[in-house]
Structures are given as C-alpha cells and as structure tokens.
C-alpha cells in the first residue's frame, strides 16, 4: 500500500509518516532490552506505507509506557531483503509488513523469534505461518487498477482479465512493479503463475513487455508517480496496486470514484508482523505485536492502511462494499510452491522482462 496518499490508495494503499521515526512522549518501563537493562524504546522495522492514527499510536505508548520508534527501508521485498542481510545485527525489535510472497524466506533465514500473541482473532490465525514466527496482521488483494476517465475520454473498453493487458490496444498503458524488489510486484508474478501455471507464465510475461509494460522498483513510483489515476497524473492509465485504492479516489460526496481494480487480475497477500531475532527489547517487541492485533489497531488500518484487519470481526468504512471489495476468486500458488520456486521464477521473469 509511502503515504496515505501515494502508497495503498493499498493499501496506499499511507499518511505522513516518515521513514525514520514515530515519536511521542513515554514514560518509564520494565520491559527489558535483552541485555538485563531496562528500555522504554521498541523499534518496529517496517515497508514505507506503514501508517497509524497519532491517538491510537499515542494510547499504546501510553499504557505501554514504551516509546515506538520506526525504521523503513524501503518497499516489502527490499524489508525483507535488508532484514537477510542485517539479521547478525538487527535494524529493530519488531517488523511489520514481511507477506506471504516473501514470508518462507524471512523465516529460512532465522531473522525472527517465534511468538503468538494471546489476542490473535481466530480469522486471523488461518493466515498464520512458520510455527507462531509471524502474526497475520491485514489482508489485501494486489490487482491491476484502471483509470475510468482516461479510458472514458480515449472512447477505449477498459481491459477485465490479464489477456486483456496484453492485447495490442492496450499497447504502452500499463505500469507494474518488480518482484525482485516489490512485494506487490511479487504478488502479480504469482498471479500470473496462478493463472498460465508453471508452463505458461513465462511466455505471458513476453506478451506483456512486447506489449510495453514498464516496470519500476516500488508502489508508489508506479501509483503516484506512473499511473494517470494517481498523484502525479502520470501517462499510463494501468498501475498494479491494490483492490482498496479505488475507495481513496472516491468523490466529495462519496457516489462514484475515478479509478477502479481489476478483480479478474488479483492475487491475496498477507502481511505480517513478528519479534525479530536477537531483539534489543524483546518484551517490548512482544508488546508491540499484540497492540497491532488488537480491536484498537485493527479498527484503524482501513482508514490508514486501505487494507483489510485481519480480524474480520472489525467493521469496515462505509463505501467499502463498492468501492473497495476483495476479489471473489484471486489467483493462488500454494506456499510450499513459492517456496521451492519463488527465487527461481524472479530469476527467470528478470531475464524474460528486464533482460
């Protein structure tokens, strides 16, 4: 899902919230650091569209007495990326944001402690991997988004399937991001792995470079800066994001919106949140975790995060229904498939793509 109004649009998909630190004011605290020292500091390692409402922030902090502080290193597929390569001296206490396209690889590389939190929904606890390693946390669908009126004004059917994108008319209109380096991007490989299979997905990714598809390093260069619907009225009308970004281009009065997703062309992703191993403040990171599973956090990341809580017992916005539904088939790789073959198909897909 960068900002409220760049990344998640999806999940976007995300608000003002820097890369570097969330800070308020925190008392003292037992948790501990690990060391037998006492530490009112957690530092929660996170993709760049992680965001949370101050007064819901500023209440944990409070009962908590710890102060959170926020480290972003970049989109979901570099956090975890830099998550490997730190993991003898870790960047924080917690991540948030690891999702099931890169969630077996954070836990082969023993970046995280095992912890469940007692207040994990049962909704929320189908989702769970790798032995209690990582906390389901929200739900989404990455799909293909549509601008309406660039279609509207060009008198040109807007595409429904992934056939459609690579058809000649819609030659030089789609924006999509890397799997190397994006989670979404990531995800849109395994729909099209889902989709063509094992045999076919190769050869429709050649269809869509043929077709001039560009494909950029993160969300938010191919939502805000790429796509004609986003913020920067970019040229392509086509921009891999989320099935929740129509609901933040939604009108004053709330009737229609200008940008629409592509169910026909979505895969499920999950994010996750986990301790990481070799945690400063352990206690602290455990606390953490349980605050981004309660009622409190979980009511707050769909006006935040344009994702779905995974505790589905949360009520969602109004207009969400129309503006903002999960796809009702998404494409789906079974996880011990992207395991066995997730670095093999980046590989084979940057050859075929990038060259």
């Not at 998550?83 to 690891?98: H, M, Q, R, S, Y």
């Not at 949140?273 to 945690?279: C, D, E, F, S, Y």
Request: charged share 20%.
């Amino acid at each position: 899902m960068n900002s409220t109004t760049t990344r998640r649009l999806g999940l976007g998909l995300v608000g003002g919230i820097s890369a570097l630190a969330l800070t308020a004011c925190a008392g003292s605290t037992d948790a501990g650091s690990g060391d037998g020292s006492a530490s009112s500091t957690v530092t929660l390692v996170t993709h760049d569209s992680f965001n949370v409402s101050e007064d819901v922030l500023a209440a944990f902090e409070e009962e908590s007495g710890l102060t959170v502080k926020q480290v972003a290193p970049g989109d979901g597929g570099a956090l975890v990326n830099q998550l490997v390569l730190t993991k003898d001296a870790p960047l924080g206490d917690v991540v948030f944001g690891i999702d099931n396209s890169f969630a077996t690889r954070a836990i082969d590389e023993g970046v995280l402690d095992p912890y469940t939190p007692a207040g994990l929904a049962d909704s929320a606890a189908q989702y769970a991997v790798g032995d209690g390693a990582l906390t389901p946390v929200d739900v989404g669908d990455v799909c293909v988004n549509v601008d309406h009126a660039w279609f509207t004004d060009k008198g040109l059917p807007e595409p429904v399937t992934l056939d459609d994108l690579a058809k000649p008319e819609y030659k030089d209109l789609l924006v999509v991001t890397n799997p190397a380096t994006s989670s979404p991007g990531l995800s849109f490989l395994l729909a099209t792995v889902g989709a063509y299979g094992e045999d076919g997905w190769e050869a429709y990714w050649g269809k869509l470079k043929d077709n001039g598809v560009k494909v950029v390093d993160g969300w938010s260069d191919a939502y805000s800066v790429d796509f004609s619907g986003g913020e920067g009225k970019g040229p392509r009308p086509l921009a891999l994001s989320y099935s929740t970004s129509p609901a933040f281009t939604v009108s004053e009065d709330g009737a229609t919106t200008s940008t629409g997703a592509l169910l026909d062309t979505c895969f499920r992703q999950v994010e996750y949140a986990g301790v990481l191993a070799g945690a400063k403040n352990p206690e602290g990171a455990q606390q953490l975790v349980d605050f981004l599973v309660s009622d409190a956090f979980q009511a707050d990341i769909a006006d935040t995060m344009y994702m779905y809580p995974a505790n589905s017992d949360i009520a969602l916005p109004e207009g969400w229904a129309e503006f903002a539904p999960l796809s009702p088939s998404p494409y789906q790789v079974d996880p011990a498939e992207i395991t066995a073959n997730r670095d093999e198909w980046i590989k084979t897909w940057t050859s075929t793509v990038i060259g």
